[in-house]
């Protein structure tokens, strides 16, 4: 999850600095000649194409959230606790980019483009605060179960793990209660020889 919003946010940035660079072609078509409006709408067309490839281009593992791509993390293995986290459209149809009207002769024109990427750039950082967030959220949990573990394991260990200094003590007396049981019933028998000896 946190590696397929990484991508999602990394799309953003480089959707956002296309919007800014078709913004820089809008501004440069407001003092150019009718010609020169032509060839720059014919360039932010060629922005927009780039847009959209660079949406569908963002998916990490077959999900893209730049393609309203959705993802269910579960926090724990019961599934009681999760977050569904869900993307958006960042395709030039879906953040509202027109292509460039009448090839931008009017300012009009020029000024109805500037007007949708000044409204997409508002639309990919508030989506881009919101993954941003899910992703704060599943971090936070990734921290917490790996703490979680530890802890568990931790306990586990004091459960189950023994002293190794205590279990060397104890074999090493077992051993010398075993060798002084040996060395009695050898005592043991060759008295009861001595005594057969007698008669």
């Known amino acids: 999850a946190i590696q397929t919003v990484k991508a999602a946010l990394q799309g953003v940035d480089g959707i956002t600095k296309l919007i800014e660079q078709a913004k820089g072609l809008a501004a440069s078509a407001r003092s150019a000649t009718t010609t020169d409006r032509a060839a720059l709408a014919t360039q932010f067309n060629a ?23 959705t993802l269910t993390v579960e926090f724990n293995e019961a599934g009681t606790s ?10 030039t149809t879906g ?14 024109n020029v000024d109805a483009a500037v007007t949708q990427l000044d409204a997409a750039l ?59 049981g040996i060395v009695a019933l050898q005592l043991s028998s060759q008295a009861q020889q001595s005594v057969l000896r007698l008669f």
Do not use: C
């Open 122 to 180: 508002t639309t990919l950082r508030s989506n881009a605060k919101t993954l941003a967030s899910n992703n704060g959220v599943v971090t936070t949990r990734q921290e917490f179960t790996t703490e979680l573990i530890s802890t568990l394991t931790s306990g586990a260990d004091m459960l189950t793990a023994a002293d190794s200094n205590e279990e060397g003590a104890n074999m090493l007396a077992l051993q010398t209660r075993q060798q002084l």
């Open 47 to 69: 922005l927009r194409t780039q847009i959209d490839q660079l949406a569908g281009d963002a998916s990490y593992k077959g999900t893209n959230f730049l393609a309203s791509g």
């Open 82 to 91: 999760d977050l569904t986290i869900s993307g958006f459209s960042a395709t």
């Open 95 to 108: 953040l509202s980019i027109s292509a460039a009207a009448g090839s931008w002769a009017t300012d009009t």
